[in-house]
Structures are given as structure tokens and as C-alpha cells.
């Protein structure tokens, strides 16, 4: 036992061999499909389905432990860099959960005006908090907002006979769906390199740009924390060739009430409503991706949208869509979730939760004793483990009770440990975090090496889990 | 506690003197001087959203939503409203599941990991695949990845993708969305009687076409049963054969790895999920030779450092975070909350559930179609093929006014044509079906 650990230890069931059993370990039973019962014939049918058979409170007790052996933000500190992992109210799960919006999307408009009237005010909220002219909500993450961004501009320029226009510029310190999504659009991905202070490099920039540029893809403040102060200068030089300029929504979270996307000169933008507006995120998802635009990409918008006329809500097609993102409307139960948080916090919870994650960011950097080297930040900060392997580090910081910050990224910083606080976090516990980075960078490579040893898990073979994949107890049967 | 709380977010909980003692750590006067922004893109205006009680917003909200009128819907094509056990919301709602990200720490996210394991293993049973990954958004996007996986792992070149002239026009545009970056095509093949023509078929067909997807059930409730003649004209041509299904469904209907399925794609919030305007789960399982071009996440088993079994997201080279431009998909947040409560719906219900359920999807629709054929001014089912779950009806006044003289006596139906509307029995009990064969009696005379 060293340093000021916790007394933190993951909950951790153990079976024979294994922690807790699959469902497919309690109980396997065959059920035979048979022409004699079946209202189907045999050639239509399966022969039989075979799965676990078990009881309601078996069952309980099984996700029960599961959930136990499972980190969440309700759990404690969660400063994944970039992912901004808040608290979640417990209330916009119970009006997401009303009965009034269980709705189909196949109803009629008339008999769909609340759910219709969310959305159009949803809208509305999100074109003001980011300065955008018009707002869809379809995209069911924020990758797929990056997908519908870059299709509308697609679109737009093809509108304009410009289709000739085949790159897109991307910083290399940008998240790697940004890089992803241009490449799924068909586009050629040009990597811009950061100048020497971690933002975009203007001289490169300008070697960048061409008439072939679609659209620069930008996070602001970008992965480093750092706010691109050239903004203005960078979107007319974009504009200049006729690009358009795509913001990354991801990091939004640190500009609330104090700077808006449409204000800098961006085109069209993501929001990223699982991380800015503290919905949860479910092991991974669901999010939504709404995308906001200027007057002049409207027209583009995925179909359909939501106007308001003098009596209704009411769906149109914008003149030039690009059509659907999504088989439906998008991630509604999450989009109710959003409307909530921005409704209960309006401008000035909306404006104090950037004011305190940015203190936070600050704060937690102060009493770390990594080395940081990239500052002003803002919401997040890039700290180097330096000598130490950022990926152990963070193993043995979960020994302490908290999670660990995302690592070995971005590359611009060696062994980064990215951290993201989030305003939602206090003293107290900004003080237990600080305690733990501290506690760490004065152990040893073997401790390291070997943690963590408090977790539900001891370390994970993570190569021989990629070499030799086994995706199902099947594959594990087969063994 | 020390100090008072601040105003602002209520989810910040800084006293006074917590942020008083944290700016002098930082060394400045104030929040503001924390913010590193040029002056000409400061924003010092307002958005005009008041704050409120938490009471006042649940307020808001449940106003505004209160505005939806309150209807029985008799309603599928592609989202379902099937009723979802307690036991589901209970256990996927504990706040671990909930309020956890992305398991990149798996040593601290072994329950998320091992549910999601699960949840793949449940497809594996249901497709005869042997790998399905741990979500996609929905099936149109689903069947978006579906496509550029074929374009990436055919041998030869081609353009084509063929789908049904049926398509859900969702999905159809989410495809040729997903595709626009590409060299693929999305061209329709005709179908006969709400299921595929496949003479058709065959003469679409050449070296060409890339993929061939199909639907089972179809969007008018149809049962296709040619599945496996089309996927032999696909491997003939050396095309994937994509199949669009869902778990229910698949837990009575043929096997898709029994007619040559490479891909299968689908909606699984059909369990897990009620009816939510269209929020979906997208299903994805293929052939094990595709493993490593597959989209998004896949947890695999592994052991730790003590020899037992654990769970970890694995193959991850293939994924954006790592591999950016030559990443298979650009997924990053995907439905994996919505993923464990499918896994959970399925648990609850067991094989024997899901059978019957499935059963139930074929003998109610039979049973509500002949006894809406019994109606004066209607026939039904208008295709004569067996259903799952919905069938298309004929009415002699035209479909629009029908659905809404329905509306008005508080049901929901689909109009699919001038005289032709659909229906749907997921989501209504035995009662409500008697009164809906009399108030539709009333109504299409």
C-alpha cells in the first residue's frame, strides 16, 4: 500500500475460474421448431433456437452483478479527455421516459405536435447556443453529425458546379473520426500539421488550401485545450478558395455563452449532445449529432425537417436535401434528454458549466505534478507521463478509485494523459484525483506494470485477445 | 459542506469558497481570465433560455408532450412497439450501465463488456453467423456499412447494389448517403406481390453488382421465401448477400447462414425498446472471413493476469480512434446501452419466449386479416403471401379518409397507397383488436 490511496476496491464476483458465469453457462436450452406447432411450414422456418432459459430473479441477480463490476460517471470521477463524461441529472431520464412520447415516427403530423414542437424548440435552442441558422437533429451520434456536415457541403459545392472540390484539410491533433468520416465521403484526407505552440499552422494552412478544398475540419478549443486564436484569419482563408469550415462540436463544452461556432466563421457544425448537454452515455451510446448550419447550407439539411407555421408544427423537405442520415428521425429518447438539460440550466447554467469545467481543467493541472506542456487550456489539458507508460499509468490509477484519463493521445504530446474534469466535479474530488496522479508518478515501472490489482479484473491480455478473437460463447465452446 | 452554492449549473458543485480557493491555485482574479478568446469572437449576448426549477422544466416538458394526442397505433414497417418487461428498465436503468462510457479501461468495465458479449453471442444464435458486432445506430445505417463492407471485400470491381423497389425510403436514402463516396450505384429490383421477382432478379444480375440485399420480413409484412435461390444468384455472381431482419423475426424464420446470408443487418430494438419516433439499434453480423473489415466495436474474451476469463473491446486497429481515414467506419458512439437492454429483452423472454412471440407475429396478423376481410369496402391480406407481424389491406374509400376517420376514433394506421392501408399487431391486445374490427367496420363502409 502506497501513497494516499482510497479505500476503493471494484466489486468483483468470482466463479470458478472466471468472474461472473455467461447467461449461456447457467442455462442452455434447445427449443425444437416443429411443423406440427408451427404456423408456418418446415422451409420457412429455422430448425431450432437454442439459448439460456432462466428465471426473472436469476436474471436480476446476473445484470445486477454485471452493473457492479461496470464504472460509471455515478460511480466517480470520469476525466476521459474529449469525451466529457458529466454527471447526468436523474430527472431527464423520467421525462424521456414519458408515456406521451412513446410515439411512432409513422403518426400523422396532426397527432404529433408535442413531439413535433420539442424538436422545432430543441432546434431553436441549438441554433442559438452555437450561432447557427438552421438545426437538424437526425444524426444519431456525433459522428454521424461529422457524416451529415460533410455530405451538406458536399452537396452545396456540387450545387454549385464545383464538385471538382475532392479534399478535405484535417489537423493532425483532430479526433480520429474526423479523418474517418472525410474518408467515408469520398474525400482525399489532407493532414495539417500544429505549429509549435500545438495550433493550426498557418503557413501550412495556406500550402493546404486550394481549389480542390471542400472543407477544413476544426475542433476549438482543440484536443490540446487550446482555443485557435486565428480563427478569424483561418475562416478567411478557407472562404478564400471557397472552402467551407467545418467545426468539431466535440469540445464545445468549454465555450458555452463565451464564443459561438457561427460567430468565428464556421459553416457547419456538430454538437455532440451527449457530452455539451450531460445526457448519458451508455457504455457507448446512444448520443445524438445534431448539425447546424448557415442560411446558405439550409437548403442541404437532411429531410425532414420541423417548421413552425402560424397554427402547426409541420415536416418539410428542404429544397436541395441530401435526404436521410438515419432510417427514422434520429435518437429521440436522447434528443428529450437534451431538451431538458438546456431548459433547466438556460443561459446562466449553461454559461457557469464552461466557467467551472475550465476552472476545473485549470485547477486539477495546478496540483498535478506531470509535466503539461501546451497551456492556456481550457476544459482539458494534455499531461506527459514523461519516462512512464501513459497506459500503465492509467491501469494503476483506477487502484485509486478513480478513472483515469484517456491515454497516448493526442501524439503531439508523448505518453498523453488527457485530461477532462468537467465541471461537475468539486474540490474534494478534483483533490482525490490529483492525489492519485501524484501518488502514481512517483511508482515504480514494475507496480505500474502489473496494475491494477483493486479493479474487478486484474490486467487484461489485450494482444491475445486480438490474435486469437473469440466474439461469442460459441467460440468459446468450440474450444 | 463549506460555503454556500453558487449560482449557475445546478451540477457544479462548487461552493464559494471551493472556487475563491481554486482561483487563487490558478493564480487569477476571476473565471474570465482563464479564457484564452480574441475579443472579435467573444460572445457577450444572450441566449434567451431562462433557467428553472427542475420541477418547472419536468413541467415544460411534460406540456409540451402532453400535445401529442393519445393513440393506439397499429403501426410497424421498420419500428415496433413490442412491450418491453419491467425487468428491462429496472436493471439496464442502474446508473453503473447508464452513466458509463466506452470500455477503454475494460479491467473496470468487465459488466458492460461481458452484457455486450452476450448480446453478440445472441445474434451469433440468431443469424448462424459466426460474428455480429456490439451495434450499429439502426438498420439503415446498418445497411449503409453493409454496403461499403461489400465494396471493400469483393474480389473484383463492381458498382452495383441491388435492393428491393419496396425499400423503406429511409433506408434507401441513408444507403445512397453512405455510398455517395464511393463508386457504388443503388439500383432496385422489382418485386411480385410484396416479395422479390426473382426471374427479375436474375436478369438484374451480372459482374457488375457488388451486393444484393434482401428483406425478411418485408416491408409490407410479407414473409420472403425465396431467400435461398437469391442468395445463390448473389454468390454466383460473386456479390455478398445482405439479408434485413430483426430478432424477433429471426427467432422463427429461416436461418440466414442456411440460405447463404454473408451479411445480416436489421433493427434489434425490436426488443429492448418501446416505440420511440424511430430511435433504432442496428444490428451486424457476417462471416467469419470478414472479421477484420467489420464496422464499429467487437468485445472478445481474453484472460487477466489471474487467468480467468475477461472481456475486452478488441480488433480495435480497425477502428477510427486508431486507424482515422483507413478505419472500416467512422463510428465512435454507438447504441451499446440500447444493445444490453435487446440482450436483457431477449433473456427475459428465453428461447421458448421468443418462439412463441414469434409465432404469435404470424397467427395474429393471419387472424386480423380474415376478420378484417370479413368488412364491408375491405380486403386483406392484398398480397397473397404469409405475414409476420403486418399486412397491407385494400379499402374501397380512399386510404386517407379511412386513416383519418381512424384517427379520430384514436387509432393510428399507415396509408400506402390510394386505397391501401397497413397494419400492425405488435403492439395491441386482443381487446383492442375487437374494437378496432368495429370501429373499422364503421368507418370503411
Redesign the interface.
Known amino acids: 500500500m502506497t501513497g494516499d490511496r482510497t479505500r476503493y476496491d471494484?466489486a468483483r464476483w468470482?466463479d470458478d475460474?472466471?468472474?461472473?458465469p455467461?447467461?449461456?453457462e447457467k442455462d442452455r436450452?434447445?427449443?425444437q421448431?416443429d411443423e406440427d406447432d408451427?404456423?408456418?411450414p418446415d422451409?420457412?422456418?429455422?430448425?431450432s433456437?437454442?439459448?439460456?432459459?432462466?428465471s426473472?430473479p436469476e436474471?436480476?441477480r446476473h445484470?445486477?452483478?454485471?452493473?457492479?463490476?461496470?464504472?460509471?460517471?455515478?460511480?466517480g470521477p470520469?476525466p476521459?479527455g474529449s469525451?466529457t463524461?458529466?454527471?447526468?441529472?436523474k430527472?431527464t431520464?423520467?421525462?424521456a421516459?414519458?408515456p406521451?412520447?412513446?410515439?411512432?415516427?409513422?403518426?400523422?403530423e396532426?397527432?404529433?405536435?408535442?413531439?413535433l414542437?420539442?424538436c422545432y424548440?430543441l432546434q431553436d435552442?441549438l441554433g442559438?447556443?452555437g450561432?447557427m441558422d438552421a438545426v437538424t437533429l437526425q444524426p444519431?451520434?456525433?459522428?454521424?453529425g461529422?457524416?451529415t456536415g460533410i455530405?451538406v457541403a458536399?452537396a452545396y459545392h456540387e450545387h454549385n458546379g464545383e464538385d471538382h472540390r475532392n479534399e478535405v484539410i484535417v489537423p493532425e491533433s483532430a479526433?480520429?473520426?474526423n479523418?474517418?468520416?472525410?474518408?467515408?465521403?469520398?474525400?482525399d484526407?489532407i493532414s495539417l500539421p500544429s505549429d509549435e505552440g500545438g495550433r493550426v499552422d498557418l503557413e501550412a494552412l495556406e500550402a493546404a488550401l486550394s481549389e480542390n478544398t471542400a472543407a477544413l475540419m476544426l475542433t476549438n478549443p482543440n484536443t490540446l485545450g487550446?482555443?485557435e486564436?486565428d480563427?478569424?484569419e483561418i475562416a478567411e482563408m478557407v472562404h478564400d478558395v471557397g472552402g467551407l469550415l467545418y467545426y468539431d462540436g466535440a469540445n464545445l463544452n468549454a465555450?458555452l455563452?463565451?464564443?459561438?461556432p457561427g460567430?468565428?466563421g464556421f459553416d457547419v457544425m456538430h454538437y455532440?449532445v451527449?457530452k455539451t448537454f450531460?445526457t448519458?452515455?451508455?457504455?457507448?451510446?446512444?448520443?445524438a449529432g445534431p448539425v447546424g448550419v448557415v442560411d446558405d447550407l439550409a437548403p442541404f439539411l437532411p429531410?425532414p425537417r420541423v417548421r413552425k407555421t402560424a397554427t402547426e408544427y409541420e415536416l418539410f423537405e428542404p429544397e436541395h436535401t441530401?435526404?436521410?442520415?438515419?432510417?427514422?428521425?434520429?435518437?429521440?429518447?436522447?434528443l428529450?434528454k437534451t431538451?431538458?438539460y438546456?431548459?433547466?440550466?438556460?443561459?446562466?447554467?449553461?454559461?457557469?458549466?464552461s466557467?467551472?469545467a475550465?476552472?476545473?481543467a485549470?485547477?486539477l493541472a495546478?496540483?498535478i505534478e506531470y509535466d503539461v506542456p501546451y497551456e492556456?487550456f481550457?476544459h482539458e489539458f494534455v499531461a506527459s507521463a514523461g519516462d512512464q507508460d501513459a497506459a500503465d499509468v492509467?491501469?494503476r490509477m483506477?487502484d485509486y478509485g478513480v478513472?483515469?484519463p484517456?491515454t497516448k493521445?493526442p501524439e503531439i504530446v508523448p505518453e498523453a494523459l488527457m485530461t477532462e474534469p468537467t465541471?461537475?466535479?468539486?474540490?474534494e474530488t478534483?483533490d482525490q484525483l490529483a492525489a492519485a496522479f501524484n501518488a502514481v508518478a512517483g511508482e515504480d515501472d514494475e507496480t505500474l506494470e502489473?496494475a491494477?490489482e483493486r479493479?474487478?479484473?486484474?490486467?487484461?491480455?489485450?494482444t491475445?485477445?486480438?490474435r486469437n478473437?473469440?466474439?461469442?460463447?460459441?467460440?468459446?465452446e468450440e474450444e | 459542506m463549506h460555503g454556500s452554492h453558487?449560482?449557475?449549473?445546478?451540477?457544479?458543485?462548487?461552493t464559494d469558497d471551493?472556487?475563491a480557493?481554486?482561483?487563487e491555485?490558478?493564480d487569477v482574479d476571476s473565471?474570465d481570465d482563464?479564457?484564452?478568446?480574441?475579443g472579435?469572437?467573444?460572445?457577450d449576448g444572450?441566449?434567451?433560455?431562462?433557467?428553472?426549477?427542475?420541477a418547472e422544466?419536468?413541467e415544460?416538458?411534460?406540456g409540451?408532450?402532453?400535445?401529442?394526442?393519445?393513440?393506439t397505433?397499429l403501426?410497424g414497417?421498420?419500428?415496433y412497439?413490442y412491450y418491453v418487461?419491467s425487468?428491462v428498465?429496472?436493471?439496464?436503468?442502474?446508473?453503473?450501465?447508464?452513466?458509463?462510457?466506452?470500455?477503454?479501461?475494460?479491467?473496470?468495465?468487465?459488466?458492460?463488456l461481458?452484457?455486450?458479449?452476450?448480446y453478440?453471442?445472441?445474434l451469433?444464435?440468431?443469424t448462424g453467423l459466426?460474428?455480429?458486432n456490439?451495434?450499429m445506430?439502426?438498420?439503415?445505417?446498418a445497411l449503409g456499412e453493409a454496403a461499403?463492407l461489400a465494396d471493400r471485400v469483393r474480389d473484383t470491381d463492381g458498382h452495383r447494389v441491388l435492393v428491393p423497389d419496396l425499400l423503406?425510403?429511409?433506408?434507401r436514402?441513408?444507403l445512397?448517403?453512405?455510398v455517395?463516396?464511393?463508386d457504388l450505384s443503388v439500383e432496385t429490383y422489382p418485386t411480385d406481390d410484396a416479395t422479390a421477382d426473382v426471374d427479375a432478379l436474375a436478369g438484374e444480375i451480372d459482374e457488375d453488382v457488388v451486393m444484393v440485399y434482401a428483406e425478411n420480413p418485408t416491408v409490407r409484412g410479407a414473409?420472403e421465401?425465396n431467400l435461398a435461390a437469391i442468395g445463390k444468384l448473389a454468390t454466383d455472381a460473386n456479390a455478398l448477400f445482405v439479408l434485413g431482419s430483426d430478432p424477433v423475426a429471426?427467432?422463427?424464420?429461416?436461418?440466414p447462414a442456411?440460405v447463404g446470408a454473408d451479411v445480416v443487418v436489421g433493427?434489434a430494438s425490436v426488443l429492448g425498446l418501446?416505440?420511440?419516433?424511430?430511435?433504432?439499434l442496428g444490428l451486424f453480423a457476417t462471416r467469419e472471413q470478414y472479421?477484420r473489415q467489420v464496422p464499429g466495436?467487437?468485445?472478445?474474451?481474453?484472460?487477466?493476469?489471474?487467468?480467468?476469463?475477461?472481456?475486452?473491446l478488441?480488433?480495435?486497429?480497425r477502428?477510427?480512434?486508431?486507424?482515422?481515414?483507413?478505419?472500416t467506419?467512422?463510428?465512435?458512439?454507438?447504441?451499446?446501452?440500447?444493445a444490453?437492454r435487446s440482450a436483457?429483452h431477449?433473456?427475459?423472454l428465453?428461447?421458448?419466449g421468443?418462439?412463441d412471440l414469434a409465432?404469435r407475429g404470424?397467427?395474429r396478423a393471419?387472424e386480423l386479416a380474415a376478420r378484417v376481410d370479413d368488412i364491408v369496402g375491405v380486403t386483406a391480406p392484398v398480397h397473397d403471401r404469409?405475414h409476420f407481424r403486418e399486412f397491407v389491406a385494400h379499402v374501397d374509400q380512399p386510404a386517407r379518409a379511412i386513416?383519418d376517420d381512424l384517427?379520430n376514433l384514436g387509432y393510428?394506421v399507415?396509408v400506402v397507397g390510394d386505397h391501401e392501408i397497413q397494419l400492425c399487431v405488435t403492439g395491441v391486445s386482443d381487446a383492442t383488436v375487437d374494437a378496432f374490427v368495429e370501429d373499422l367496420t364503421e368507418v370503411a363502409r
Open positions: 471494484q468470482t475460474g472466471q468472474y461472473e455467461l447467461l449461456s436450452t434447445r427449443v421448431i408451427s404456423p408456418l422451409d420457412l422456418t429455422r430448425d433456437l437454442e439459448l439460456p432459459e432462466l426473472e436474471l436480476a445484470y445486477t452483478r454485471l452493473s457492479q463490476m461496470t464504472y460509471g460517471i455515478d460511480s470520469y476521459l469525451c463524461m458529466k454527471y447526468n441529472p430527472f431520464e423520467d421525462v421516459a414519458l406521451s412520447g412513446a410515439v411512432h415516427p409513422d403518426r400523422s396532426r397527432s404529433l405536435q408535442g413531439t414542437e420539442l424548440r435552442y442559438r447556443i450561432g444519431p451520434a456525433g459522428a454521424a461529422e457524416f455530405r458536399a479526433h480520429g473520426t479523418f474517418a468520416t472525410a474518408a467515408l465521403a469520398g474525400y484526407v487550446l482555443f486564436r480563427i478569424v465555450l455563452g463565451r464564443a459561438r460567430d468565428m455532440n451527449h450531460a448519458p452515455h451508455g457504455g457507448g451510446g446512444p448520443g429531410a441530401i435526404g436521410h442520415v438515419h432510417g427514422f428521425q434520429g435518437n429521440w429518447l436522447v428529450v431538451f431538458a438546456i431548459a433547466r440550466l438556460g443561459d446562466e447554467g449553461l454559461t457557469d458549466a466557467a467551472k475550465v476552472l476545473n485549470n485547477y495546478s496540483q492556456p481550457h492509467a491501469k483506477l478513472h483515469p484517456t493521445w465541471e461537475v466535479e468539486s474540490k478534483l502489473t491494477p479493479s474487478s479484473a486484474r490486467r487484461i491480455d489485450q491475445s485477445a486480438a478473437p473469440r466474439l461469442s460463447w460459441q467460440a468459446l | 453558487t449560482t449557475g449549473s445546478p451540477y457544479a458543485p462548487h471551493d472556487t480557493a481554486m482561483l491555485a490558478v473565471v482563464l479564457f484564452d478568446i480574441p472579435d469572437v467573444r460572445f444572450e441566449f434567451g433560455i431562462d433557467a428553472r426549477t427542475e422544466t419536468r415544460l416538458v411534460e409540451i408532450l402532453e400535445k401529442n394526442e393519445d393513440l397505433e403501426l414497417r421498420g419500428h412497439g418487461p425487468l428498465d429496472h436493471l439496464s436503468d442502474r446508473a453503473e450501465f447508464l452513466t458509463s462510457y466506452t470500455q477503454y479501461q475494460p479491467e473496470a468495465s468487465q459488466g458492460f461481458q452484457a455486450l458479449f452476450e453478440q453471442s445472441l451469433v444464435e440468431l459466426e460474428v455480429a456490439c451495434s445506430y439502426d438498420a439503415a445505417t461499403t423503406l425510403e429511409g433506408r436514402s441513408t445512397e448517403n453512405y455517395a463516396g464511393t414473409i421465401e429471426l427467432s422463427l424464420l429461416q436461418r442456411d433493427d418501446p416505440t420511440s419516433y424511430g430511435m433504432g472479421l466495436r467487437l468485445v472478445g474474451a481474453s484472460e487477466d493476469a489471474t487467468d480467468r476469463r475477461a472481456y475486452t478488441t480488433l480495435q486497429t477502428e477510427q480512434h486508431i486507424r482515422r481515414e483507413r478505419a467506419s467512422n463510428i465512435c458512439t454507438n447504441q451499446a446501452w440500447v444490453l436483457m431477449a433473456a427475459a428465453g428461447p421458448s421468443l418462439v409465432k404470424v397467427t393471419e404469409r386513416a384517427e393510428a399507415h
